[in-house]
């Protein structure tokens, strides 16, 4: 089977002739509870229509992934929009046949409470702006998918956390990496100890970032800089490749344009240490392109590369390639949330992920401020 895409497959063909197929068997045993909820949630479609989405800031992301992905998605789709670009409403309204009612501004968005065709909204505005609205769609009784990072503090994921319990609704970080094959697989490795226990993990990402006026680079909009961006996927890729979390960080950073990132972080390079032994050596760039995950093991080793962008993943074994199949990450991951609320299930990455990532950045930050190694206790 070439260019495996595990929605069209399940799309087109009924589960049995699905689970019969060749291509199945190659996906392996991690696949088969994934299909069983599968079944289970698609089981509740049948009375019910697939949960609605509403994108909050048409930008990048949404217009380019998220949408695009929604018109493959089985469980989920996209039903409503908020923007504050009156051009963009128009534009969106016709695109993907967006009824009028099911799309609102900033200052109209807590009339959502009302729709009953969304049942999801989905933040992908800049970061510092996450905990403000993640909250209002949670209070207008919501499920909510907030993009990484979750937010610009522990504090905020804290209050984003509890707005969640506190109106029984769930909350996901849009960690799309955590739905694909290849990193469920280094995990696996990670947690099985397939080559033995973990020793070193080397973990690295990186962009040349443009427009030197975009609001990345603005520190009350992004909250900081590469680390913040990017770096969370290098940390995330420590954090479950080793499979515990860390007990202490030694951080510093690097700048070679002062003007461009007068604000916030160009390069960062910093160390993680485990409570097993393992140790964790990673770095993030908005002035270089990186994108890699690396883990020697007791008894073999394994690594991925590319690993962190949208398209096809590479990973390598000691043993040989890993063999998996490539999916829309997107389309993966926010099928998998929908399932998760259909099935009433926990989804793999509730607001407590983003907050324990978040807890290691504002300790890397406060390292790269005092020389020192920080504890994580
Ligand atoms: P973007 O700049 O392309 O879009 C941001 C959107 O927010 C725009 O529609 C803009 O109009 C709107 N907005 C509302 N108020 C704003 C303000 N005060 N200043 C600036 N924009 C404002 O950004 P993006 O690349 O779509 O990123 C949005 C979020 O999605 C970020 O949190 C980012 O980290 C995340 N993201 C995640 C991934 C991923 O792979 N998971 C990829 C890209 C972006």
């Known amino acids: 089977m070439k260019n495996t895409d595990i929605f069209s497959i399940t799309h087109k063909a009924s589960r049995r002739s699905f689970l019969q197929s060749a291509g199945t068997m190659a996906l392996g045993a991690s696949f088969l509870p994934w299909l069983a909820e599968s079944s289970q949630a698609e089981n509740l ?70 729709n009953k065709d969304i049942d999801i909204v989905y933040i992908v505005l800049p970061n510092s702006m996450h905990a403000e609205y993640t909250i209002r769609a949670l209070q207008a009784g ?9 937010a610009v503090s522990v504090k905020e994921c804290q209050q984003m956390i509890d707005a969640a319990k506190k109106a029984n609704r769930q909350l996901s970080i849009g960690y799309r990496l955590h739905y694909t094959p290849h990193h469920q697989e280094v995990m696996k490795y990670g947690r099985e100890k397939t080559f033995g226990k973990v020793k070193i993990v080397e973990t690295s990402d990186g962009f040349k970032i443009g427009d030197p006026n975009q609001w990345r680079l603005k520190k009350a909009l992004a909250g900081g800089g590469a680390m913040m961006d990017i770096g969370i996927y290098a940390l995330q890729g420590s954090r479950y490749t080793v499979g515990e979390e860390p007990v202490s960080v030694w951080a510093q950073e690097f700048k070679t344009d002062s003007v461009k990132f007068k604000e916030v972080d160009e390069t960062i390079l910093w160390q993680l240490k485990f409570p097993g032994g393992a140790v964790a050596n990673s770095s993030c760039s908005y002035a270089a392109g990186l994108e890699r995950l690396f883990a020697t093991c007791e008894d073999g080793w394994f690594e991925m590369g590319p690993c962190y962008g949208y398209g096809a993943i590479k990973g390598r074994t000691s043993k040989g390639d890993m063999n998996l199949p490539q999916l829309n990450h997107q389309a993966a991951q926010m099928d998998d949330f929908a ?12 607001g407590e992920e983003g907050l324990k990532d978040m807890r290691v950045i504002e300790a890397i930050y406060r390292s790269i401020e005092t020389g020192k190694v920080v504890p994580l206790s």
């Open 45 to 114: 479609l049948q009375d019910n229509k697939p949960l609605g989405i509403a994108l909050v800031g048409l930008g990048y992301y949404s217009a380019h992934q998220l949408a695009p992905a929604l018109q493959q998605t089985k469980f989920c789709k996209l039903t409503g929009i908020v923007t504050g670009t009156p051009s963009k409403a128009t534009e969106w309204e016709k695109k993907y046949t967006i009824p009028k009612k099911n799309i609102y501004d900033y200052k109209t968005i807590d009339r959502i409470a009302d």
């Open 339 to 350: 399932q998760c609320i259909l099935t009433n299930k926990p989804t793999r990455t509730p």
């Open 142 to 150: 919501k499920h909510v998918i907030c993009e990484k990072p979750m």
